[in-house]
């Protein structure tokens, strides 16, 4: 990764791009501290580009795959025999479960 200072980067900002566009990261110094990152963007096209920025900005959440393999685990709520679907959807309304 190539770093250059800001006074650099605004006197060549051409250049940069070119560089960028090229495939490489540039980290931008001011006064020896890093403050920001050229990089190339790459094409978040489709749903799982819409994810990975959602992911980027911390609005959404990777599942954890042991999480999941828990949930899938679990067998789903068997009412009884003499109750019917629906009586038991509407108690479970009814409680907020």
Do not use: Y
């Not at 960028?20 to 963007?41: C, F, K, N, Q, W």
């Not at 094409?43 to 949930?71: E, F, K, Q």
């Amino acid at each position: 990764m190539k770093t250059t200072t800001v006074t650099e980067g605004k006197n060549h900002l051409s250049s940069l791009i070119d560089q960028v566009r090229a495939g490489e990261s540039i980290t931008i110094l001011d006064r020896g501290t890093p403050v920001a990152r050229l990089e190339p963007v790459v094409s978040d096209a489709g749903h799982d580009g819409r994810l990975r920025r959602l992911t980027r900005a911390g609005v959404v959440r990777p599942p954890d795959r042991t999480d999941l393999l828990g949930i899938l685990a679990q067998l789903p709520p068997v009412p009884p025999a003499t109750e019917s679907v629906v009586d038991a959807l509407l108690e479970e309304r009814r409680t907020g479960r």
